[in-house]
């Protein structure tokens, strides 16, 4: 009858929310699969990392990804969070490899409980076995951050009507953020590299948008880039806005700033030297950090000046506005009313 009706039904909508269900994960696995496989292995042939297994470091980085997706459904995986996660697996092997040397006996100090106490803790945190869960914990507080860089009006849409969740962030404030960094930090810093853009008319999502989603993975390579990565953590740990700075630095680098001024003449050649960073000396990215810095501390006092002039304007105009006092005095406001009204 309509009993059995209903529960049939029941189950058939069940199966195919199962389906559904089953389908969108093989999606999401196949799309993070296809971006491991192109991230890029020359990275990891660098320092202590010839023992560097490759093939299971990308089943551990699908792993993480495809959790971190799951459990943040109103962004999901999004191209680039595995060049960054590559870069902090990278990291953690690192820490993994000097561990052995930490755990051999003649580094620690008979006479020094309290250095051999720190040596434990260091033991403790470069453990092998939870290389993966630090790597999704690192992840998940670096996205913390950073995952309205990677909104899209569809995710947007998604988070406030699916998941009820209210977004402040939007696409254009990120467009917004571009445009800051090139119109007024380079503009700044770099006068003449920003008017050589704008004559070119190299706009800044064509280059900028990379470099701020995967804070320079790209273009500046390992290890070099863990000392940029080390001055945004350390300088603005939850706003990250140090990047800002420093994409402004690097485009000041003597040479990507003499190649852009002096070499372009149009738009494909400007993009084609943002888009092909030449390898960087540690020295020069050591360089490029320092400026960053000093570029992001001028601005913020810039802006502390600008802020003092607006209060300091604000209460002058407040009290011109203030109304005349001369009015009161002595005379009864009943007598003035008659005196004026009734004479």
Excluded at 25 to 52: A, P
Excluded at 313 to 335: G, H, I, T, Y
């Amino acid at each position: 009858g309509r009993e059995d009706f209903d529960a049939s039904a029941s189950i058939q909508l069940e199966n195919d929310s199962d389906m559904e269900e089953l389908l969108n994960s093989k999606i999401l696995e196949s799309q993070i699969w296809k971006d491991l496989e192109r991230t890029k292995r020359s990275d990891f042939n660098v320092g202590n990392s010839e023992n560097f297994e490759y093939e299971s470091a990308k089943q551990m980085m699908l792993r993480i990804l495809y959790i971190w997706a799951r459990k943040h459904p109103h962004l999901g995986y999004k191209q680039g969070m595995n060049e960054l996660l590559a870069v902090i697996l990278f990291t953690f092997h690192q820490e993994r490899t000097s561990r052995n040397s930490v755990q051999d006996e003649s580094f620690r100090d008979n006479g020094n409980t309290e250095f051999n106490k720190t040596v434990d803790i260091l033991i403790d945190c470069t453990d092998a076995r939870f290389v993966e869960h630090d790597c999704f914990n690192f992840l998940s507080a670096i996205m913390e951050s950073m995952q309205f860089l990677y909104w899209t009006e569809s995710s947007q849409a998604k988070a406030n009507s699916r998941y009820g969740l209210q977004i402040e962030s939007r696409p254009e404030d990120l467009m917004g953020r571009l445009e800051h960094i090139q119109h007024v930090l380079l503009q700044r810093s770099y006068p003449l590299v920003a008017a050589k853009l704008h004559c070119l008319e190299v706009q800044p999502h064509m280059f900028l948008i990379r470099w701020i989603r995967l804070l320079l993975v790209r273009d500046i390579c390992l290890p070099q880039v863990l000392l940029v990565w080390d001055a945004v953590f350390a300088c603005t740990p939850k706003t990250f806005y140090l990047i800002d700075s420093l994409c402004v630095a690097l485009l000041g680098e003597e040479t990507i700033k003499s190649a852009i001024v002096s070499s372009c003449v149009d738009s494909s050649e400007g993009l084609k030297v943002l888009k092909g960073i030449p390898n960087l000396r540690e020295d020069q990215v050591g360089d490029i950090v320092y400026r960053g810095i000093r570029i992001h501390e001028d601005y913020e006092k810039y802006l502390a000046r600008l802020n003092d002039q607006i209060r300091t304007q604000l209460d002058k105009e407040a009290f011109e506005r203030k109304p005349s006092l001369d009015f009161v005095d002595s005379e009864s406001f009943e007598s003035r009313f008659q005196r004026e009204f009734f004479s």
